[in-house]
């Protein structure tokens, strides 16, 4: 269960759910018959109302962790300074400078690997305004794309990475 979730304090939720998963099974169906019956060690249930919570707990403590709260780096507005926005499992990291970027993704590759996620660097994309067309995160590369609206490539004032945790990230820790 790691990190996530004890982060809440709650002991007693922690031992619930991981009795929940202890001792899992299962067998895989091909079409030239069926496996031997195997442990399952990492993971969450596909299909249980509990799995998008509990990735929410591990996605929640990587950016707390991470400090993008405190975090200069963003996009500046009137009174606030935003640097991710999320929904359900997709994150977007926001910064005006290509470094300030990927300071962030840094901080958020750092603590997700504390808590055993790994970042997949070939499945985040960056959007930029100036001439990136590669980079580069702890020697793995990356892929930029251009913004088209109406068919005619446009400018942002800002740059931008765009994370589909579901694809972006591996569950390597055990629950």
């Known amino acids: ?30 079409g ?22 509990l990735f929410n707990f591990y996605a929640e403590c990587i950016m707390r962790n ?17 640097n991710n926005l999320r929904y359900a499992d997709d994150t977007t990291l926001m910064a005006e400078s290509e470094e300030e970027l990927k300071s962030l993704l840094m901080k958020v590759k750092v603590e997700s690997e504390k808590v055993g996620l790994k970042l997949n660097i070939q499945k985040t994309k960056i959007m930029a305004s100036g001439p990136i067309t590669s980079w ?13 609206f109406r068919g005619a490539p ?6 931008i990475a765009a994370m589909k945790l579901k694809d972006t990230y591996s569950l390597e820790g055990k629950l």
């Not at 030239?32 to 919570?53: A, E, M, N, R, Y």
């Not at 400090?67 to 300074?81: D, F, P, V, W």
Request: net charge negative; with cysteine; charged share 15%.
């Open 32 to 53: 030239h018959g069926t496996t031997d019956w195997f442990q399952i060690g990492k993971g969450v249930h596909q299909g249980c109302i509990l799995s998008p919570c």
């Open 136 to 148: 580069e995160i702890d020697g793995e590369s990356g892929n930029s794309v251009r913004l088209y």
């Open 66 to 82: 991470a400090g993008l709260e405190e975090a200069q780096a963003g996009i500046k507005t009137a009174s606030r300074n935003i």
């Open 1 to 30: 269960m790691g990190n996530g979730v004890q982060a809440t304090g709650s002991d007693h939720l922690t031992c619930l759910l991981r009795n929940l998963y202890a001792g899992q099974e299962a067998t895989v169906r091909t």
């Open 154 to 159: 446009k400018s942002l004032q800002m740059v």
